[in-house]
T-cell receptor
Framework: DSGVTQTPKHLITATGQRVTLRCSPR?????VYWYQQSLDQGLQFLIQ???????AKGNILERFSAQQFPDLHSELNLSSLELGDSALYFC???????????FGPGTRLLVL | GNSVTQMEGPVTLSEEAFLTINCTYT??????LFWYVQYPGEGLQLLLK?????DKGSNKGFEATYRKETTSFHLEKGSVQVSDSAVYFC???????????FGKGTTLSVSS
């Protein structure tokens, strides 16, 4: 158990819908990262937050957004969903100044 | 740009066989290198890491040595077990507090 929690574990929805994925980092970790794992693209970095502020963006679509709240949990919002958004979404967290990231169990999204 | 290349899988071995999974990287500066493992239906777990040239990371019988001259970080284990069946990801971090860059993953299947 990494100490990073993600909910829900599975999500099935339809094209055009909007969903919210939730992540709680390890106690004390200020950085939260979101990654997408798909069969064709592998593991891709989406976005990073540090202590409530957006720190870096990767291959994140404009239909996707995220935020980190004062209690440091983070939410990833995916809207206007397409079939190709079906993937495993991971959240990871790290301590300030540390390179090692600890991953949650992921949310498996299926868009039908 | 920065990238990680892993050998294509799947790798299929018999129990107690020797394992090597090749990983090479392209990066500016002095990245840290990681191996993560993903067991079926689970998230990514840190297996081992190395932060500078000639460092050897080790854990659970797995080893990898950071070779700057060949830009490699090959994963090895002397005697694999069925329980080692998983997907292995090589990754790099350019600096603390930045996203990980992953290889595409190598699936290992060990039979008894």
């Amino acid at each position: 158990d990494s100490g990073v929690t993600q909910t829900p574990k599975h999500l099935i929805t339809a094209t055009g819908q909007r969903v919210t994925l939730r992540c709680s980092p390890r106690s004390g970790d200020l950085s939260v990262y979101w990654y997408q794992q798909s069969l064709d693209q592998g593991l891709q970095f989406l976005i990073q937050y540090y202590n409530g502020e957006e720190r870096a963006k990767g291959n994140i679509l404009e239909r996707f957004s995220a935020q980190q709240f004062p209690d440091l949990h983070s939410e990833l919002n995916l809207s206007s969903l397409e079939l190709g958004d079906s993937a495993l979404y991971f959240c990871a967290s790290s301590l300030r100044g540390q390179e090692t990231q600890y991953f949650g169990p992921g949310t498996r999204l299926l868009v039908l | 740009g920065n990238s990680v290349t892993q050998m294509e899988g799947p790798v299929t071995l018999s129990e107690e066989a020797f394992l090597t999974i090749n990983c090479t990287y392209t990066a500016t500066g002095y990245p840290s290198l990681f191996w993560y493992v993903q067991y079926p239906g689970e998230g990514l777990q840190l297996l081992l890491k190395a932060t500078k040239a000639d460092d050897k990371g080790s854990n659970k019988g797995f080893e990898a040595t950071y070779r700057k001259e060949t830009t490699s970080f090959h994963l090895e284990k002397g005697s694999v077990q069925v329980s080692d069946s998983a997907v292995y990801f090589c990754a790099l971090s350019r600096q603390a507090g930045t996203a990980l860059i992953f290889g595409k993953g190598t699936t290992l299947s060990v039979s008894s």
